[in-house]
């Protein structure tokens, strides 16, 4: 069993940062993308970025393309999600996802592992 646990929400104010980080264990993560999804009061979860844990490969959903990056660490065993120019309505609960398989897939939806989420909150 893939175990995924996040770190690394809070609040902070509009135009400021965070990086949430995402460490995996359980499996070798070569043939695995991994990724974030974020889910706000009274709304569906939603795509946020994925990355290839072999290639490299990135993905991010239009509304954090140029503020979000996503990495993964040399070991591939942990992602990153650095969070800048945040917006009130980047305000969600944020999980972990990995799939065996592409980013394609991942950004689908059709998750196989989720970690527990952890809240980002911007206000001010």
């Known amino acids: 069993q893939l175990q995924l646990v996040e770190s690394g929400g809070g609040s902070v104010q509009p135009g400021g940062s965070l990086r949430l980080s995402c460490a995996a264990s359980?499996?070798?993560?070569?043939?695995?993308?991994m990724g974030w999804f974020r889910q706000a009061p009274g709304k569906e979860r939603e795509f946020v970025a994925a990355?290839?844990?072999?290639?490299?490969?990135?993905y991010y959903a239009d509304a954090v393309k140029g503020r979000f990056t996503i990495s993964r660490d040399n070991a591939q065993t942990t992602v990153y999600l650095q969070m800048n120019a945040l917006k009130p309505e980047d305000t969600a609960v944020y999980y972990c996802?990995?799939?065996?398989?592409?980013?394609?897939?991942?950004?689908?939806?059709?998750?196989?592992?989720w970690g527990q989420g952890t809240q980002v909150t911007v206000s001010s």
């Open positions: 996802a990995a799939v065996y398989g592409s980013g394609d897939r991942l950004r689908s939806g059709e998750i196989d592992f």
């Open positions: 359980g499996f070798t993560l070569d043939d695995f993308a």
């Open positions: 990355i290839t844990m072999s290639r490299g490969s990135t």
